[in-house]
């Protein structure tokens, strides 16, 4: 790449940055909500079909990340913020997996307790 | 050099990617740029709500992963007679597709907003606000059909006593923020209708004229209350 066309590419991001608002293409929305329905109805059929054990909850997680990636990247237009922002608001909730691990852990103590103490079910 | 004179020439670009993230955070100045306040306190009001919610769900996690009853069969529970035959979760998949209908409209209308097309985006986000209404309708009724098979905080029929505490708690929480939203929807389209933001006077919701702003940022929330439903469809419903 030349210099000049280094250039030119970073002036159009930056007038692309000064604009204020978010301005994209209908197209783009409507492409994200078909895909969203083509997702939800995918969850749905996991269920509808019966898929059990490992299959069923990959699935599911896989059709409920890819929602919610779309949803937060285009509907709520986070992938064209700066990462200053994304980062702010994205990271954070990863300490949830932190809890999620904890409370695991207890979870499996407070069953192994009523077990022991209160006999099988 | 040229790279150097490209980042801080006169054209004001400004670092992209985590070098950017770096020098926005690095120094005495306005983090978000390009990003209003009003902006950008919704995106952390809903950062707070992301907690709010994901606790109720590892709660739910470990009533659910803790209790030595089994669990109710959400695919059993959440099933429909409808023409002869019992449909799982139909109910619920209805509802799911109401809610990405109604975030499809609420994107619609941001964008019919930033176009300025004042009628357009007041219809969009009546739209929306009829769709939520629609989805907090067939959640009225779930929760009756459940009330009334003996469903309760404390106990139900089928299996362990937490499911109960667990779904009324969950669905409670996400019903309540639909309704909010709907009620706030009808509050910012009337006043999209009324020409309230392209009118230059100044309000809570509007800085100048064709400032439709307040549409973008009421937008950040419906689209939060179906990203919290995508989450509650697969953890509550589906595991």
Known sequence: MTESSIRNSNMASAAASHEEGQQHPIKLYLLVWVLLFVLSAGSYMVDYVELQGLLRWSLIIIFMLLKAGLIVAVFMHMAWERLALAYAILLPPVAVLVFLAIMTAESDYTLISRLTFFGTP | ?239
Not at chain 2, 91 to 116: D, E, H, P, Q, W
């Open chain 2, 1 to 239: 050099m040229a790279d150097a004179r490209v980042r801080h020439g006169p054209q004001g670009g400004r670092p992209e990617g985590l070098e950017g993230f770096v020098s926005d955070w690095g120094s005495d100045q306005r983090t978000f740029k390009k990003v209003s306040w009003g902006k950008a306190m919704m995106w952390i009001f809903l950062l707070s709500d992301t907690f709010v919610f994901s606790i109720f769900l590892v709660s739910y996690m470990s009533a659910r992963s803790s209790t030595v009853d089994a669990w109710p069969n959400a695919s059993e529970v959440f099933a429909l007679h409808i023409g002869g035959a019992d449909l799982p979760l139909i109910l619920i998949a209805i509802m799911t597709f109401v809610l990405i209908s109604s975030s499809g409209t609420m994107a619609m209308a941001v964008n019919c907003a930033y176009r300025k097309q004042r009628r357009n985006t007041a219809l969009l986000m009546i739209a929306t606000a009829a769709l939520g209404a629609t989805f907090v309708g067939m959640q009225a009724f779930e929760w009756s059909k459940l009330i009334s098979e003996g469903v309760r905080p404390w106990g139900n029929p089928w299996g362990a006593a937490q499911f109960g505490a667990s779904f009324f708690m969950i669905t409670g929480f996400h019903g309540t923020h639909v309704s909010i939203g709907v009620i706030f929807l009808l509050i910012v389209a009337a006043r999209v209708w009324k020409g309230d933001f392209d009118s230059g006077r100044r309000s809570w919701l509007c800085r100048e004229k064709g400032d439709y702003e307040a549409v973008e940022i009421m937008g950040l929330y419906w689209h939060f209350v179906d990203l919290v439903w995508v989450f509650i469809f697969a953890f509550f419903y589906l595991w």
